[in-house]
């Protein structure tokens, strides 16, 4: 599930960087490795795809590197309603570069990303985090300022956290954190559920005994400070 922060402003992304290329659907799931489901989908929640911007060491002057050569800006425009991670993960995995991506719907659009990593032999894509609705006519604030296209990449994301990183964290890192505490919530519910039902006094202590450890895990994972840092 998408995590939401609604403070986080739409860029003004660089005139330079234009790209403005529409691109068949079919290219993101002509290959076979996509389920009919997500196909399906995509026809129908998905209007158009249009590789708005790129951004590049020719188009911003900032140099790239082997893991972020360069950012991508995609807008998906929506058939009226929204679409789903699962359509925005399929063309992630589509194309070997970081994706921001912009979805609209009518006049409301919001900015949406997933940390990319672009080790071994595909890419990894982590949580989507996403701002809220915005109108889309709303005023644009300039890019963060960076050295490179890592860099601007993870200020980029990092915008779009609902969180605090750490100090010292990388937004990889971060991303992973929150995959955690996600899985970490769903076993605490899980254990919760279990307890509710089970008749056994002996049975309900040793859960009981799991849900305060589970608890005491997500307190660690969700923390800016953890307690290592005394």
Do not use: C
Request: glycine residues 6%; without cysteine.
């Amino acid at each position: 599930m998408t995590e939401e922060i609604k403070t986080t402003a739409l860029y003004r992304w660089p005139a330079a960087a234009r790209f403005g290329r529409v691109v068949p659907k079919t290219k993101f799931y002509e290959h076979g490795n996509v389920r009919a489901a997500i196909r399906e989908k995509f026809v129908d929640d998905i209007r158009r795809i249009t590789w708005a911007y790129k951004l590049a060491e020719s188009t911003t002057r900032l140099k790239g590197t082997d893991a972020v050569p360069e950012i991508q800006v995609f807008t998906v425009e929506t058939k009226g309603g929204d679409v789903g991670d699962d359509l925005l993960a399929a063309i992630d995995n589509s194309v070997h570069f970081p994706i921001i991506f912009e979805v609209s719907r009518g006049d409301e659009v919001r900015m949406v990303a997933a940390h990319k990593a672009l080790d071994g032999t595909g890419p990894k894509v982590g949580a989507y985090f996403t701002t809220a609705w915005l109108h889309a006519d709303a005023s644009r604030v300039t890019l963060p300022t960076a050295i490179d296209l890592p860099t601007l990449y993870e200020s980029l994301v990092t915008t779009l956290l609902p969180f605090a990183l750490r100090r010292g964290e990388s937004v990889s890192a971060a991303t992973g954190r929150m995959d955690r505490a996600h899985t970490v919530e769903r076993e605490i519910a899980r254990l919760e559920r279990r307890l509710r039902n089970e008749p056994q006094f002996n049975r309900k202590v040793q859960l009981r005994h799991q849900l305060l450890e589970r608890s005491a895990e997500l307190d660690e994972l969700t923390s800016v400070r953890p307690k290592t840092e005394g």
